[in-house]
């Protein structure tokens, strides 16, 4: 995984995630599982994409494979998730606004 900024230039200002997280929220949630995990990967399956009205937002959904630990061969924790993020298209950028993730199969 890149540098924690190079991942939040994709989240707009205005994001809003489970349990109200916001965007600087979301941004000590990344920093905290950087500092915790020496290696970080997340594998996405397959993707839906829904364009809403006029193009300018998306709907994503998808379901992730979340895992961390020290860098060894073998992830020490792994997680499955599934996700729906709302996108908008923003300054020439498209940015998510808004996730939702809950344990796969929940």
Same mark, same amino acid.
């Given at each position: 995984m890149?540098?924690?900024?190079?991942?939040?230039d994709s989240?707009?200002?205005?994001f809003?995630? #489970?349990e109200?997280?916001?965007?600087?929220? =979301?941004?000590?949630l990344?920093?905290?599982?950087l =500092? =915790?995990?020496k290696k970080?990967?997340?594998?996405t399956?397959?993707m %839906?994409?829904?364009?809403?009205e006029?193009?300018?937002t998306? %709907?994503v $959904?998808? #379901?992730?494979l979340?895992v961390?630990g %020290?860098g060894a061969?073998m992830? /020490?924790r792994?997680d499955?998730?599934?996700?729906v &993020?709302?996108?908008?298209? /923003?300054?020439?950028?498209? $940015?998510v606004? &808004?996730? &939702?993730?809950k344990p796969l199969g $929940?």
């Open positions: 890149g540098e924690p900024n190079d991942f939040m989240v707009s200002a205005e809003i995630g #489970n109200g997280v916001d965007r600087a929220g =979301l941004e000590r990344l920093k905290a599982q =500092l =915790l995990n970080v990967a997340a594998q399956g397959p %839906t994409v829904e364009m809403g006029g193009g300018s998306a %709907t $959904r998808f #379901n992730v979340l961390g %020290t061969l992830p /020490e792994g499955m998730q599934e996700m &993020s709302g996108w908008r298209y /923003e300054d020439g950028k498209w $940015r606004y &808004s996730a &939702s993730w $929940r």
